[in-house]
């Protein structure tokens, strides 16, 4: 019933673009806090960007920041990740989470914090 499904996963190459999207379904649409995450196979679970969802205030891992950018569609409950200048350590799968446990709207990059997962669509940076 309540759903996040990624999309726009592929092969570029560096220096490449990628538009990543998250469509939220049910109650999910008005989490307070949407953020991207990565895993690269032997690698920490690592969180890319955030954006709250009300306040519009977007957070970003410093090895992303002036490279990705996170935006919202409200009309279609759905999340964006644009990702430019796209580097060979960008290769990941990337996941989309949803609904922060947080008291203050902190810890966004704690991925133990988020409710609600997507599948996951793999990006292959050569």
């Known amino acids: 019933q309540v759903q996040l499904v990624e999309s726009g996963g592929g092969s570029v190459q560096a220096g490449g673009s990628l538009t990543l999207s998250c469509a939220a379904s049910g109650y999910i649409a008005s989490s307070n806090c949407m953020a991207w995450f990565r895993q690269a196979p032997g690698k920490e679970r690592e969180g890319v960007a955030a954006?709250?969802?009300?306040?519009?205030?977007?957070h970003y891992a410093d090895s992303v920041k002036g490279r990705f950018t996170i935006s919202q569609d409200n009309a279609k409950n759905t999340v964006y990740l644009q990702m430019n200048s796209l580097k060979s350590e960008d290769t990941a799968m990337y996941y989309c989470?949803?609904?922060?446990?947080?008291?203050?709207?902190?810890?966004?990059?704690?991925?133990?914090?988020?409710?609600?997962w997507g599948q996951g669509t793999q990006v292959t940076v050569s």
């Open positions: 954006i709250f969802i009300h306040g519009g205030s977007t």
């Open positions: 989470a949803a609904d922060l446990r947080s008291r203050y709207g902190g810890g966004w990059w704690e991925g133990h914090l988020y409710n609600y």
